[in-house]
């Protein structure tokens, strides 16, 4: 085994992405978007009604196997209709992670409602199941069907559980924990698409799964994101909702309720489609990239490349190097190491408890998310590292 040094872990991560610019993460194409987005053009069918937003909506039903899905602009609108069609309310609570994208926490306030963060565990970087259902037996006192807050005196509604880069979390537990204290469940899927537990895809398994296809993402859309569900009802609500609540009729202009113009554009749609006819080949990419990190990470002490949880096959979206307890203080010399040679790593996102807007919010102990902050560190995770 080699000895630990910030040196090291730069010329290794090279060793992978070879000398040069190498951005965290990079869309590739190389199928038919030319040819849809010009079809867009030709047929005058650029906005958010056109044939490509129903075929890529089937297209993402088909592969995640939900049962309906709901194009949208982006993941983080995704996020705050399907919590506004799941009934979420003004000045209620949703448990979420303070491991996560802001986008999933500016949601909730978008809505009015208040988030509470729980903590998150090393072993897949989600939720601590374990630990958070301790906390909720603790604080919360049931009013009929309602969890009420002892703390706040306010309704706990909601949870929002992230597959962070990709890898699931315990999905399965906190459906339960869901159940046991009447939480609707939006599952965070927004980095996860080809990501499944148990053979099943990620997004599925609560009450709504939201996805991202931003441009970061395994396949992009420049901007977008999809709500994915099984029950009809939600679904039609959602659609609705994202279509500015207009009623069906040739040529008068309805609206029923105060809508949002939410539907995804079909120039985008065109791109998410001709992205999404090659994802098995950017999962295998993936899988290969990571193949190539372990190799190179495997000998060296202190450090390792992260591996998805037990029966999951994840989609590797981000691939992601974890500091031993010895070494933490290596992380930020191995950041600015590797900026320095252009090879531009990422630490994750800065704890959302700690953002200035979220300083006050309730939450229970974070130290998992703390330690994961600590740890981890995000390597150059293009599809072209592979398929160059
Ligand atoms: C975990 C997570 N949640 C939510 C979002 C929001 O998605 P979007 O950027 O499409 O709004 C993202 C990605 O950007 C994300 O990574």
Redesign the pocket.
């Known amino acids: 085994m080699k000895k630990i040094s910030a040196d090291l872990v730069v010329k290794s991560i090279q060793k992978v992405t070879g000398k040069g610019l190498h951005k965290l993460h990079e869309p590739l194409f190389f199928g038919k978007e030319k040819n849809y987005i010009k079809n867009t053009i030709n047929k005058n069918f650029v906005s958010s009604s056109g044939e490509y937003v129903n075929k890529f909506e089937k297209k993402v039903k088909k592969y995640t196997k939900a049962k309906f899905a709901v194009a949208v602009v982006?993941?983080?609108?995704a996020?705050y209709i399907s919590l506004k069609a799941c009934d979420v309310k003004k000045n209620e609570e949703v448990l979420v992670p303070a491991l996560?994208?802001v986008?999933?926490v500016n949601a909730i306030s978008h809505l009015g409602a208040e988030p509470h963060f729980v903590d998150s565990q090393i072993e897949n970087f989600g939720i601590n199941c374990l630990k958070l259902e301790k906390y909720l037996d603790k604080i919360i006192k049931f009013k009929g069907n309602k969890s009420i807050n002892k703390l706040t005196g306010k309704v706990i509604k909601a949870i929002i559980p992230?597959h962070?880069f990709g890898h699931p979390c315990n999905i399965q537990k906190i459906i339960k924990i869901g159940k046991k204290f009447n939480l609707v469940v939006v599952e965070?899927a927004?980095?996860a698409l080809g990501s499944f537990y148990k053979k099943k895809h990620l997004g599925t398994f609560g009450d709504v799964g939201c996805i991202?296809?931003?441009g970061?993402?395994i396949i992009t859309t420049g901007?977008?994101?999809m709500v994915i569900t099984n029950k009809k009802k939600l679904a039609k609500k959602i659609k609705h909702l994202t279509t500015t609540a207009k009623i069906k009729h040739k040529w008068e202009y309805i609206h029923d309720e105060i809508g949002y113009n939410f539907r995804m554009p079909n120039l985008n749609a065109a791109l998410g489609l001709a992205q999404i006819e090659k994802i098995h080949i950017f999962l295998k990419a993936k899988r290969t990239l990571f193949k190539k990190y372990f190799n190179v990470f495997k000998n060296i002490k202190g450090i390792s490349l992260y591996k998805e949880p037990k029966n999951a096959r994840s989609n590797y979206w981000l691939q992601t190097l974890i500091l031993n307890n010895n070494y933490v203080n290596l992380k930020n010399k191995i950041l600015a190491k590797s900026h320095k040679k252009l090879i531009l790593t990422r630490p994750v996102w800065r704890l959302i408890n700690e953002l200035k807007p979220y300083r006050k919010k309730q939450k229970m102990n974070l130290s998992g998310a703390k330690e994961i902050y600590n740890k981890i560190i995000n390597l150059p995770s293009s599809q072209s590292l592979v398929l160059k």
């Open positions: 982006n993941g983080t609108q996020i996560t994208f986008g999933t992230v962070v965070d927004a980095e991202s296809f931003n970061n993402k901007g977008g994101g």
